[in-house]
């Protein structure tokens, strides 16, 4: 058990359950979030520097979600690796991967066999960068060894990096220019903050934006690198913003984040804003966008919240008293609480593999009473979190396709969100934020719970 989360007497800390063995784990390896922010870089191209299998299994982990080609590049440890170092494999790797690829960056994110190892990842870069003086793409190093983090972890982590290593420190400002540090989203999230950006005449540099490069359009022809992404250019003058907006409830309350980095070198101010989903998240976004771009709430945006209330207003008798079990990422499951909290349904389980500090406390600050009901579960398997769900029998369960197994011998419909969805088509187009998002989540809650109504129904209903 990690010392961090447990009291000066060595019991488990507020929301997580004692340890035990980890049975269907409720979270994937950091390696894979970093990759996720590296494909969302204009031509850069992950390489694992560790066994073969992990990048076997990110890349079949990704591409069953987004549906789209994704190549992983791996130093491929030996057994003689393992035990003497990877520097050798290393270098053939970067240069096997310029070869072929001609990246404009390099990613690289550790494993844990090369982090248990103690390969010295910034030593190898330097050494093979004075070696071919530095005259290939740049290299970018991540460390994610899984047995302390989540992907979670990994994704912010690569963000955190790729901003301190590229971003230049400047005064000048662009007006109308924002820097956007969104938390795992769809691409379809990602697009529609880059709408509701221009919608305020703001011109917005998101990192990352994966949102064409693992979800493009047909190929009249080939390409060995998904097009699409975040220039390193962009990257590199993320300093002339006037703000940027770092989207996440577990980010708003750290210190030293990419956004206080710009802040601190720039003087870009900074915005810590949790996931815009639901009307009171999504009223602060769009209020931060007009007090960053000086326009008012744009007519469009007006009709679209006007359409949300109404939606609310009108199936209120539905959602009403009912109950739900959510897991997944922290900030996904934050944000789906206050969200249900919001349209009238109980949050009795909110869950997540990661070790989360004062979990209760940022739930509570979003789910309306309090969470003195709620069982919050932080560092959790899905053997724990099933357990819980048969035991308080919910309406509803939100989370990937993890959930199917429960749902399915619960007969308690499972609505698929975040990641991975490997069991429904669509996965990277779900829509949540915005108030079209938001509208588009809420239609999907009450579908769900209708549904199973209706076929649960001795009579059948045809009209609800």
Same mark, same amino acid.
């Given at each position: ?9 060595g019991?488990p800390a ?11 784990a409720?979270?994937?390896?950091s ?8 494909k969302g ?18 890349r079949?982990?990704m ?11 791996s130093?491929?440890f030996s057994e003689?690796?393992?035990?003497f170092?990877?520097?050798?494999n290393?270098?053939q ?6 070869s072929?690829y ?5 990613g ?7 982090e ?32 302390t983090?989540?992907?979670s972890?990994g ?6 990096q ?9 005064t000048?400002k ?5 820097n956007?540090?969104p938390?795992?989203?769809?691409c379809?999230d990602?697009r ?10 703001l ?6 934006d994966y ?5 493009g359009s047909s ?5 060995r690198?998904s097009p699409?992404?975040?220039s390193l250019?962009?990257i ?7 703000a940027?907006i ?5 980010r708003?309350y750290l210190?030293? /984040?990419? &956004?206080?980095y710009? !802040?601190k ?6 915005h810590?804003l949790?996931?815009p989903? $639901? %009307? =009171? ?7 931060s966008l ?8 744009p ?5 679209e919240?006007g359409?949300?209330?109404?939606a ?10 009912? /109950?739900? &079990?959510?897991?997944? !990422?922290?900030d ?6 206050a969200?249900?909290?919001?349209i $009238? %349904? =109980? ?5 997540t593999?990661a070790?989360v500090?004062k979990w209760?406390?940022l739930?509570s600050?979003e789910?309306?009473g309090?969470v003195?009901?709620v ?7 899905h053997a ?5 769900i048969r035991e308080l029998k919910p309406d509803l369960?939100l989370?990937?396709s993890k ?16 990641f991975?969805i ?13 108030y079209?998002g938001?509208l588009?989540?809420f ?8 549904e199973?109504?209706?076929d649960t129904?001795?009579t ?5």
């Amino acid at each position: 058990m990690n010392p961090d989360n447990t009291t000066a007497q060595g019991t488990p800390a507020e929301g997580e359950l004692p340890a035990s063995a980890t049975r269907n784990a409720c979270k994937l390896c950091s390696p894979l979030g970093a990759a996720m922010v590296f494909k969302g870089v204009r031509s850069c191209l992950p390489f694992l520097h560790g066994s073969q299998g992990c990048a076997t299994y990110i890349r079949r982990y990704m591409i069953s979600h987004f549906r789209e080609p994704v190549d992983i590049a791996s130093s491929s440890f030996s057994e003689e690796d393992a035990i003497f170092g990877g520097a050798r494999n290393f270098e053939q790797g970067v240069e096997n991967v310029i070869s072929q690829y001609q990246p404009e960056l390099i990613g690289v994110a550790t494993t844990c066999l090369s982090e248990t190892i103690g390969d010295n990842m910034l030593g190898m870069i330097k050494s093979y960068q004075d070696k071919h003086n530095s005259s290939g793409p740049p290299l970018v190093h991540v460390s994610t060894p899984a047995y302390t983090g989540t992907h979670s972890d990994g994704y912010y982590g690569a963000i955190d990096q790729l901003v301190r290593t590229f971003a230049k420190p400047m005064t000048a400002k662009i007006a109308g220019h924002v820097n956007i540090l969104p938390a795992m989203m769809s691409c379809a999230d990602l697009r529609h903050l880059r709408e509701l950006c221009e919608l305020y005449q703001l011109s917005p540099t998101i990192l990352p934006d994966y949102s064409a490069t693992l979800e493009g359009s047909s190929w009249g022809e080939y390409h060995r690198i998904s097009p699409g992404g975040t220039s390193l250019e962009e990257i590199e003058e993320m300093g002339s913003a006037t703000a940027t907006i770092e989207i996440g409830h577990t980010r708003a309350y750290l210190k030293n /984040t990419p &956004a206080d980095y710009l !802040e601190k070198t720039s003087s870009v101010k900074r915005h810590a804003l949790g996931w815009p989903l $639901g %009307i =009171r998240h999504t009223d602060q976004f769009v209020t931060s966008l007009s007090q960053i771009s000086g326009n008012r709430l744009p007519e469009s945006l007006k009709d679209e919240r006007g359409r949300l209330v109404d939606a609310y207003a009108d199936a209120h008798k539905y959602v009403s008293g009912k /109950t739900a &079990a959510i897991f997944g !990422e922290p900030d996904l499951v934050i944000a789906q609480a206050a969200f249900l909290s919001e349209i $009238g %349904i =109980r949050p009795i389980i909110c869950a997540t593999g990661a070790k989360v500090k004062k979990w209760k406390q940022l739930l509570s600050s979003e789910i309306e009473g309090g969470v003195a009901d709620v069982e919050a579960l932080s560092g959790t398997d899905h053997a724990k979190i099933s357990a819980r769900i048969r035991e308080l029998k919910p309406d509803l369960i939100l989370g990937s396709s993890k959930g199917y197994p429960i749902a399915r011998e619960l007969s308690i419909p499972l609505l698929r969100i975040g990641f991975p969805i490997h069991d429904r088509f669509g996965g990277q187009r779900i829509l949540q934020v915005g108030y079209r998002g938001t509208l588009a989540a809420f239609d999907r809650v009450v579908n769900a719970l209708l549904e199973n109504k209706q076929d649960t129904s001795e009579t059948g209903y045809s009209y609800l």
